[in-house]
């Protein structure tokens, strides 16, 4: 089993920074071979990929929406990953989730479906 749990979420005006985290924990997490996702849903709307970043190597991968303006790393030794949001716009509102993918190590999947475990989320609201 692996728990998530993410924080950091808050309220800020259109053009401020947040920084989330995602701890993991849990015997099953201890693997390499995996992919730490980013995910936002806001209300009415699908779960929608925000980024990814590999285990093994750090290699990140943005969606076009948050690319240049978000940054995800990851600190090994806390199994904790980070989500840098920057210059945030009104459209970034929503609950961001983290998610581990444990069936690839070098690559990523935007689908939510392929990720495995999931934390309970955290608000992030922009206001104009």
């Known amino acids: 089993q692996v728990q998530l749990v993410e924080s950091g979420g808050g309220l800020v005006q259109a053009g401020g920074s947040l920084r989330l985290s995602c701890a993991a924990s849990?015997?099953?997490?201890?693997?390499?071979?995996?992919?730490m996702g980013w995910f936002r849903q806001a209300p009415g709307k699908e779960r929608e990929f925000v980024g990814a970043?590999?285990?093994?190597?750090?290699?990140?991968y943005y969606s076009d929406s948050v690319k240049g303006r978000f940054t995800i790393s990851r600190d090994n030794a806390k199994n904790t990953v980070f989500l840098q949001m920057n210059s945030l716009k009104s459209e970034d509102t929503a609950v961001y989730y983290c998610?581990?993918?444990?069936?690839?190590?070098?690559?990523?999947?935007?689908?939510?479906?392929?990720?495995?475990?999931w934390g309970q989320g955290t608000q992030v609201t922009v206001s104009s």
């Open positions: 998610g581990v993918d444990f069936q690839r190590s070098y690559t990523y999947t935007s689908n939510a479906r392929e990720y495995a475990y």
């Open positions: 849990g015997r099953s997490f201890s693997s390499n071979n995996k992919v």
């Open positions: 970043i590999t285990w093994t190597g750090g290699r990140t």
